[in-house]
């Protein structure tokens, strides 16, 4: 018999992306509508390290299972390292959507010089009802440019190059977003943990 573990997470792009990372593993991954739980954890952590273990270990109290807690910003060095903790939350406007959070970063960066440094950092926790969490970390270096590019992807994706590359994290296929990224690499990272608690 598979493996359960859950999703702490409720963004169908995350959940493409983790699905896809794990697909290998003899696990089955379910996410918080799979297993009827509606979980809002409020992100007070201090790190995006805190932040996905708060997550997973509400998720993994919550269910018995084993869950995966994700937490990622983007860093532009020309902001000082922001939105980084807050980039979902970047626009203060309620039901603000990517494309507005988009355009307010674009909107900061316009008068100031390029190239616009910046990196995605992401944290994944894998935590157990028993209170045990594993913290992997990933980084994918890239820039800022100032015009959308791409139709893949979520988030910051559009605008964000990755170095080496050529593209945009939205012109990646989902193949090689699962080879470059932040949240890729955390994932690769967390693999033996995940599998030395199941």
Not at 9 to 36: A, F, H, Q, Y
Not at 125 to 135: E, L, N, Q, R, W
Not at 155 to 180: C, H
Request: charged residues 25%; hydrophobic residues 45%; negative net charge.
């Amino acid at each position: 018999m598979m493996e359960k573990i859950l999703l702490a997470t409720m963004n169908p792009g995350k959940v493409r992306e983790i699905r896809s990372l794990l697909r290998e593993l003899p696990v089955e991954v379910l996410t918080p509508g799979d297993v009827g739980i509606t979980l809002q954890v409020v992100e007070e952590g201090k790190t995006y390290a805190e932040n996905a273990g708060l997550k997973a270990l509400a998720f993994a109290r919550a269910s018995g299972l084993i869950s995966l807690g994700d937490d990622t910003g983007l860093e532009v060095d020309a902001l000082g390292g922001a939105p980084g903790l807050y980039s979902a939350r970047y626009v203060s406007l309620a039901g603000a959507s990517d494309a507005d959070r988009r355009a307010y970063l674009l909107e900061k960066l316009r008068d100031l010089p390029r190239p616009w440094t910046a990196r995605f950092r992401c944290n994944i926790a894998i935590a157990a009802a028993d209170g045990t969490v594993i913290i992997t970390e990933g980084v994918c270096e890239g820039e800022i440019i100032p015009e959308e590019r791409g139709m893949h992807g979520f988030g910051y994706d559009p605008v964000f190059l990755v170095t080496g590359v050529g593209k945009t994290m939205a012109e990646l296929t989902l193949t090689e977003k699962n080879r470059l990224s932040h949240r890729a690499r955390a994932i690769r990272a967390a693999i033996p943990s995940l599998l030395s608690l199941l």
